[in-house]
């Protein structure tokens, strides 16, 4: 079988430092180098798990749980939203989510358009000294999934673990039989 050179998508990951504890700040951060990678051609821009300040799961600590919001209400995705749709750009946004009385690492798929194409909720969960996130994260509840992204040529389908899955090939493996043709793995490590 020929693979199809008629389409491509360019991606970006982003690395940077989050260790402010101004949460506006992080994502101002983010957002700027997202406008960067978007500058140069990506139409993929994947910024780091839990972006919105320095990664928080080193320790226990009941306060932090305040840290965590719905889906439609948090930040970070607000203001990736509010890029994807002025940049035309996908990207895929890891925050701490509340849902109710239950609390995930979850990430957003959010379209070139600004909208989110929906989310998915961290499956494996690490826990060992520095990565207390078991106190914090359920594991997720909703499966793998993948999602279609504009690519030059057409659409590519992308698949998006969040950090500890890619060391598990099942997660791999169920993106890649859902038609996943790039999966991504942000991470705070």
């Known amino acids: ?5 008629s389409q491509s998508v360019t991606v ?3 690395q940077l430092a989050l260790a402010s504890p101004d949460e506006a700040e992080n994502i101002a951060a983010v ?8 500058g140069v051609g990506a139409r993929i821009v994947l910024p780091p798990e839990l972006f919105s300040g320095p990664y928080f799961c080193k320790v226990e600590e009941e306060d932090l749980f305040a840290l965590a919001r719905p889906t439609a209400e948090h930040p970070s ?4 939203q509010a890029l994807a749709r002025k940049l035309k750009v996908a990207i895929p ?15 957003a798929m ?7 194409l929906g989310t998915y909720r ?14 914090y994260f359920r594991p997720g509840n909703d499966g793998f999934k993948v999602w279609s992204v504009p690519a030059t040529g057409g659409a590519a389908t ?12 099942e997660s791999a493996r169920v993106m890649a039989l859902m038609g996943a043709e790039v999966l991504l793995y942000p991470t705070a490590i």
Not at 122 to 135: A, L, Q, T, V, W
């Open 31 to 38: 957002s700027a180098l997202v406008e960067e990678a978007a």
């Open 1 to 5: 079988m020929t693979p199809d050179t």
């Open 12 to 14: 970006a990951a982003l």
């Open 93 to 107: 946004t890891s925050f701490f989510e509340r849902d109710g009385h239950h609390y995930y690492n979850t990430l």
């Open 110 to 116: 959010i379209a070139a358009g600004g909208e989110v």
């Open 122 to 135: 961290k499956s494996h969960i690490p826990d060992g000294p520095g990565y207390e996130e078991k106190f």
């Open 77 to 80: 995705v607000l203001a990736m």
């Open 158 to 169: 992308i698949g998006v673990g969040i950090c500890w899955d890619q060391w598990y090939p």
